[in-house]
């Protein structure tokens, strides 16, 4: 059986059990978190969530790139979410990586530079900043007031905001 079979058939068993309100797009809190895409960050979980209450973004690294800026002004201009919550972590495969190494290596193994930038980091509290200012900064984004960032610990569950 394959890993996508596992999860068809946990979803057939699951059946209507998740609660939450499904009537609309709009999340009903009018906030978008926007996290990494790590296997160990439950965002539904961490935050209490139920369905229909927060739009949820992840990506490699929870960063903020031009995709994710694409899907906050839908989110924002489009589904009426007003607040923006960053959430990267400890130990994230992205601070194990260089920009030129994986590029290098994903050239010599394609032959094609990715345009793309991987946004690798060393320190996580700064790489929250940064992406924090982004969605500041963004002029496709009308609500930037209320964007807050937090890093969040893989062993314990902590999360730390960074200011």
Same mark, same amino acid.
């Given at each position: 059986m394959t890993s996508i079979d596992v999860l068809l058939?946990?979803?057939?068993?699951?059946?209507?059990?998740?609660?939450? @309100?499904?009537?609309? /797009?709009?999340?009903?809190?009018?906030?978008?978190?926007?996290?990494?895409?790590?296997?160990?960050? *439950?965002?539904?979980?961490? +935050?209490?969530? &139920?369905?229909?209450?927060?739009?949820?973004?992840?990506?490699?690294?929870? $960063? $903020?790139?031009? @995709?994710?800026?694409? !899907?906050? /002004?839908? !989110?924002?201009?489009? =589904?009426?979410?007003?607040?923006? &919550?960053?959430?990267?972590?400890?130990?994230?495969? =992205? !601070?194990?990586?260089?920009?030129?190494? +994986?590029?290098?290596? &994903? %050239?010599?193994?394609?032959?094609?530079?990715? #345009?793309?930038?991987?946004? /690798? +980091? *060393?320190? $996580? %509290?700064?790489?929250? *900043?940064?992406?924090? %200012? *982004?969605?500041?900064?963004?002029?496709?984004?009308?609500?930037? @007031?209320?964007?807050?960032?937090? $890093?969040? @610990?893989?062993?314990?569950?902590?999360? #730390?905001?960074?200011?």
């Amino acid at each position: 059986m394959t890993s996508i079979d596992v999860l068809l058939k946990r979803n057939q068993e699951l059946g209507d059990a998740t609660p939450g @309100d499904r009537s609309s /797009a709009k999340p009903s809190l009018q906030v978008a978190i926007l996290t990494c895409m790590d296997a160990r960050i *439950r965002v539904f979980e961490v +935050f209490g969530l &139920l369905q229909g209450e927060a739009h949820v973004l992840r990506n490699a690294g929870g $960063v $903020v790139t031009d @995709d994710m800026i694409r !899907s906050l /002004a839908l !989110s924002q201009r489009k =589904l009426g979410t007003r607040e923006v &919550l960053v959430v990267q972590h400890t130990e994230c495969g =992205l !601070s194990t990586v260089t920009e030129d190494d +994986f590029k290098d290596e &994903l %050239e010599e193994a394609t032959g094609l530079r990715p #345009t793309w930038a991987v946004e /690798a +980091f *060393r320190n $996580v %509290e700064n790489s929250v *900043r940064t992406s924090v %200012e *982004r969605v500041r900064r963004s002029a496709y984004l009308p609500h930037t @007031d209320n964007v807050r960032g937090f $890093v969040y @610990d893989v062993k314990t569950g902590k999360l #730390t905001e960074v200011k």
